[in-house]
């Protein structure tokens, strides 16, 4: 059973930058690993993503400028390093692990983790 545990969120001021972390337990060798984010209102969204080779990484256009995800095998954590942040970017952060349909939709991630928020201020 694969568990991740998101950390990191919280409120910055636009431009600032933030980290977040997610801790992987189990075996997620085989999944891609991918942080979406959800604002009010609004679809859950694909962000940023690593391929099970651990070498190909996407991200998504509008914000592959701003925005990097990275794996620290050896801490099983998932990184994504968000920075000029803008109050657009405020919404709750997940993590999730799974074989996708489609990369940037939730169908397919079997594994989530509870989220972590992240606000910004203008």
């Known amino acids: 059973q694969v568990q991740l545990v998101e950390s990191g969120g919280g409120s910055v001021q636009a431009g600032e930058s933030l980290r977040l972390s997610c801790t992987i337990s189990g075996p997620y060798s085989s999944y891609w690993l991918t942080w979406f984010r959800q604002a009010p209102g609004k679809e859950r969204e694909g962000v940023a993503s690593?391929?099970?080779?651990?070498?190909?990484?996407r991200h998504v256009d509008s914000l592959e400028d701003r925005f990097t995800i990275s794996l620290d095998n050896s801490k099983n954590t998932l990184f994504l390093q968000m920075n000029h942040l803008k109050p657009d970017d405020t919404a709750m952060y997940y993590c999730?692990?799974?074989?996708?349909?489609?990369?940037?939709?939730?169908?397919?991630?079997?594994?989530w983790g509870q989220g972590t928020q992240v606000t910004v201020s203008s």
């Open positions: 690593i391929a099970p080779d651990r070498i190909t990484l």
């Open positions: 999730a692990a799974g074989w996708p349909t489609t990369l940037w939709t939730p169908d397919g991630y079997d594994h």
